[in-house]
Antibody, heavy 125, light 112 residues
Framework: EVQLVESGGGLVQPGRSLRISCAAS????????MHWVRQAPGKGLEWVSG????????DYADSVKGRFTISRDNAKNSLYLQMNSLRSEDTALYYC??????????????????WGQGTLVTVSS | QSVLTQPPSVSGAPGQRVTISCTGS?????????VHWYQQLPGTAPKLLIY???NRPSGVPDRFSGSKSGTSASLAITGLQAEDEADYYC????????????FGTGTKVTVL
């Protein structure tokens, strides 16, 4: 069974940093791009970042560019998101999701399947 | 920011057919990029419902179907059931923005 399990969320003060993780199992992790998608409380879905299978292509949404860093460790089947200079508007449930091809920019665009259960990041003083 | 527009809500009685529209532009759906649909039941993570405009993953009932035309796409649910009450999101790729992947604004489906 393909499974994604996020961890590392919590309460953090504005301006501070937090690193969240995603452990993958049930599929050949290094064959696929991986993505982070977030959902603010009561709001819709927002793509945050994607990383290709060998980390050669990395993309970010404008809202997090320069503050967040995505990375992966294929030996550990793990995906990470380092979040610096956190703002209140970064408060959200962060999901990791498996892309549909090896590149973070599939020819026709990627879909996301499956998704993890999410880890909640709350930025507040 | 969402660049794909969906109606905030749709409703129908059990057994009825409902459709959800997803309106984009020439830089995403109109540019030929595929549209995918997700179902989010209350308190759970999104689940892939339709990929590549009109394909259902294994396990998704054939009551769900997708279509795409021009700069828009649609999700149809036929034979509406109580368990279909959820939020639904469309998603595509956008070549004009550095955001790359865009989601719809989301539609709440209510079974009357």
């Amino acid at each position: 069974e393909v499974q994604l399990v996020e961890s590392g969320g919590g309460l953090v003060q504005p301006g501070r940093s937090l690193r969240i993780s995603c452990a993958a199992s049930g599929f050949t992790f290094d064959d696929y791009a991986m993505h982070w998608v977030r959902q603010a409380p009561g709001k819709g879905l927002e793509w945050v970042s994607g990383i290709s299978w060998k980390s050669g292509t990395i993309d970010y949404a404008d809202s997090v560019k320069g503050r967040f860093t995505i990375s992966r460790d294929n030996a550990k089947n793990s995906l990470y998101l380092q979040m610096n200079s956190l703002r209140s508007e970064d408060t959200a449930l962060y999901y990791c999701a498996k892309g549909s091809c090896s590149s973070s920019r599939c020819k026709q665009g990627s879909w996301f399947d499956p998704w993890g259960q999410g880890t909640l990041v709350t930025v507040s003083s | 920011q969402s660049v794909l527009t969906q109606p905030p809500s749709v409703s129908g009685a059990p057994g009825q057919r409902v459709t959800i529209s997803c309106t984009g532009s020439s830089s995403n759906i109109g540019a030929g990029y595929d549209v995918h649909w997700y179902q989010q039941l209350p308190g759970t993570a999104p689940k892939l419902l339709i990929y590549g405009n009109n394909n259902r993953p294994s396990g998704v009932p054939d009551r769900f179907s997708g279509s795409k035309s021009g700069t828009s796409a649609s999700l149809a649910i036929t034979g509406l059931q109580a368990e279909d009450e959820a939020d639904y999101y469309c998603q595509s790729y956008d070549a004009s923005l550095s955001v790359f992947y865009v989601f719809g604004t989301g539609t709440k489906v209510t079974v009357l």
